[in-house]
């Protein structure tokens, strides 16, 4: 299984990135999480990152292609990925496919995840993330039920600063304007299946299961 997860801001790709790994045993590749550990380290890359992810802009295709080709380099992505929040453009797109040519591991699907535009407002405002673990909660929809602490691991929970509303109207934007016509790039290639992602967490990923033949 090499899949690309699709979907808006907030319509669930982390969320059920994690049940896959956590039941088949591969790794999500967040190019959202990475970058924010990079900017947490404080690094050079991580400050130039926080720039652009602070007012809800993409980051330089050049950073992200260096961190997602390193990753894909490691041993534990023989046996597949889940790639979750890459690629957000065409040219990453095409980056990528050149990538996993060379390494001899082609796209097995693109999944996409669809929320109506609507819910997603809610879901990021009212997102909480573990510190430790980095499991998703939602004030709204699915709280811990230990308050201001993971249920999995009792970390300390935190809010995004991307998931300011202001923020939140840029990121839709360059959805909408970058990453969505990913569509057609993928539905072209015949690779691209979708998934809804309105429902219980639970129904959604035995959806996703049965989309990907697993
Ligand atoms: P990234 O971290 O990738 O954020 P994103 O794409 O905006 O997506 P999110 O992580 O916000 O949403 P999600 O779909 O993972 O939803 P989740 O499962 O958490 O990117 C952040 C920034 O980094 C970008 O803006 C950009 O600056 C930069 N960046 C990243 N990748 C880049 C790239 N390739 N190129 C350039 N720049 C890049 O769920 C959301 C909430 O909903 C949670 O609270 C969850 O609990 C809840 N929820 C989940 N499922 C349900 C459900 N079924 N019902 C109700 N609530 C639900
Ligand atoms: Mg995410």
């Known amino acids: 299984m090499r899949i690309v997860l699709l979907g808006a801001p907030g319509a669930g790709k982390g969320t059920q990135a994690k049940k896959l790994v956590d039941k088949y045993k591969i790794p999500q590749i967040s190019t959202g999480d990475l970058l924010r550990a990079a900017v947490a380290a404080g690094t050079a890359l991580g400050k130039e990152a926080k720039a652009c992810m602070d007012k809800g802009e993409l980051v330089s295709d050049s950073i992200v292609l260096g961190m997602v080709e390193e990753r894909l380099k490691q041993d534990d992505c023989k046996n597949g990925f889940i790639l979750d929040g890459f690629p957000r453009n065409t040219s990453q797109a095409e980056a990528l496919d050149k990538m996993l040519a060379s390494l001899n591991m082609p796209l097995t699907c693109a999944l996409s995840v669809d929320v109506p535009f609507e819910d ?4 990021l405002t009212g997102r909480r993330t573990c510190k430790a673990c980095g499991q998703m909660f939602n004030v709204y929809f699915n709280p811990s039920t230990k308050g201001n602490s993971c249920d999995k691991c009792n970390g300390e929970l935190f809010q995004r600063d991307d998931d300011k509303e202001e923020t939140i109207k840029k990121r839709l934007e ?5 990453t969505a016509p990913l569509f057609d790039y993928y539905g072209k290639k015949g690779i691209l299946k979708s998934v ?3 429902g219980s967490i639970d129904e959604i990923f035995s959806n996703v299961c049965k989309v990907l033949g697993l």
């Not at 997603?120 to 879901?123: G, I, P, S, Y």
């Open 196 to 198: 809804s992602g309105t």
């Open 120 to 123: 997603l407002m809610k879901r």
């Open 174 to 178: 360059v959805y909408n304007a970058q």
